[in-house]
């Protein structure tokens, strides 16, 4: 009996042993993953949470950073299930913060207002979840709800961290995003002067900080100070920002400085990113137009064909139309003398209640071709009414609308 307790003591030692073994080798393989993590190698991150995973399939750490790297990748769905999985077996305020950012990066923001909720029921309130449901509220276009939202996130925040100079990295990050999040907030409605003070509050604290530049670029075109604007979204592609809003705003930039045929390359860009942001067309058409050379009004010929008909985003529908018309009674063209011979309206009208329109309008005449851009409205979306463009009198196309 002794020796049989001392065997069973043995045996029970060398158990605790490989569990203690076990864990250290799980730690070493998160540790590394989270690495690869860093590093931007997506596939190999995924592959050791695998590994980690193959023997503990609920470990929460793994499939929190196997979603996000999952996120990287643009595995959207793949993502959500681990998430979803995660947040099933281990209700804890990790699990629920990863299937929360899953959420936001695939627009479900119902599903984050409903978690960020759950998280203030649960384990109280933290700046970090205020930010969540924040950027749900700002995506959702609730802005001043979001603007509200975030503020009261960084008074948690500063009340948390009294000192600048104990700030970490990630410390940095937060504070960029926060600010970010409500310069953006402020663009949206048009508050430019808040914008900004905003994006220079974020810049504080991170000189390149990529979305601040922008909002502050975009701000100082509206200021028409046109070369501090091209700095601005200069230094946010240098940054990272690739979006096709920073390629447009940078486009209409360079179409109010006269720079017709760079416009139309940066709008271009855009517009491959985007097609369905009807304010990029717009600006490509009154480059095209305002170059007016013969390329240049071919590329405007190919971009109201291929632009026509009915698009639909997000649920919004977006009105696009053609009007062509063959009327011998047409009033007569400032071009030359005689009457058109054919007349094609295109109506561009990104949102049914968005109060402007645009007209990208195409007249034959003696077998040539005139291309105009004009606004029924007497203003386009950048409330530029000075603005030059290729715009023939309204009394000529009054008949048409």
């Known amino acids: 009996m002794y020796g049989g307790g001392n065997t069973f003591s043995k045996h029970k030692k060398n158990d605790a042993c490989e569990r203690t073994v076990e864990i250290v080798s ?34 929460s ?20 299930a681990v998430a979803e999985s995660n947040f099933e ?39 970090l979840n205020l930010y969540s449901r924040a950027c749900a509220l700002i995506c959702s276009q609730r802005f001043l709800d979001g603007i509200r939202v975030n503020r009261e996130a960084l008074g948690r925040f500063y ?41 220079e509050n974020s810049l504080a604290y991170r000189e390149n900080a990529a979305t601040s530049l922008f909002v502050k670029g975009t701000v100082l075109l509206h200021m028409r100070k046109l070369d501090d604007a091209k700095r601005c979204f200069a230094a946010s592609f240098r940054a990272g920002c ?32 985007d097609l369905y942001d009807l304010r990029i067309a717009v600006g490509m058409f009154d480059a095209y137009c305002l170059d007016g050379r013969e390329n240049a009004l071919q590329e405007a010929d190919r971009l109201i ?15 696009l139309f053609n009007v062509t018309t063959r009327l011998p009674y047409a009033r007569e063209f400032h071009v030359s003398e ?5 007349i094609i309206v295109y109506i561009w009208n990104p949102l049914s209640n968005a109060g402007y329109g645009h007209a990208a309008i195409k007249v034959e005449h003696l077998g040539k071709y005139y291309y105009f851009s004009w606004f029924p409205s007497g203003d386009d979306y950048k409330n530029l009414p000075y603005a030059r463009r290729a715009m023939p009198p309204l009394t000529y196309f009054s008949c048409f609308f």
């Not at 929190?64 to 993502?79: G, P, V, Y």
């Not at 504070?175 to 310069?183: N, T």
């Not at 360079?254 to 990113?273: D, R, V, W």
Request: a negative charge.
């Open 159 to 199: 009340t948390k961290y009294k000192h600048r100079d104990s700030y970490l990295p990630q410390h940095i990050d937060m504070l960029v995003k926060l600010y970010d999040g409500i310069s953006l907030a402020y663009l949206s409605l048009n508050q430019y002067k808040e914008a900004l003070k905003e994006a």
């Open 305 to 319: 064909r291929e632009t026509s008909g009915i698009k639909v985003r997000d649920g919004t529908e977006v009105r």
């Open 89 to 127: 077996h281990n209700l804890t305020p990790e699990a629920t913060n990863a299937l929360i950012g899953v959420y936001l990066e695939i627009g479900r923001m119902g599903k984050v207002l409903e978690l960020t909720d759950y998280v203030t029921k649960t384990w109280g309130e933290n700046y």
């Open 242 to 273: 690739k979006l096709p809003e920073v390629y447009c705003a940078f486009g209409y930039a360079h179409l109010y400085s006269g720079n017709y045929e760079f416009a139309s390359k940066i709008l271009k860009k855009a517009y491959e990113m």
């Open 26 to 59: 799980l730690t070493e393989q998160l540790q590394l993953a989270r690495q690869y993590f860093m590093q931007g190698n997506f596939d190999q991150c995924i592959i050791l949470c695998d590994e980690v995973l193959t023997g503990n399939p609920t470990y």
């Open 61 to 80: 750490e793994a499939l929190s950073l196997k979603s996000s790297a999952l996120l990287q990748e643009d595995r959207f769905e793949e993502a959500r």
């Open 338 to 342: 005689g009457r058109p011979s054919l």
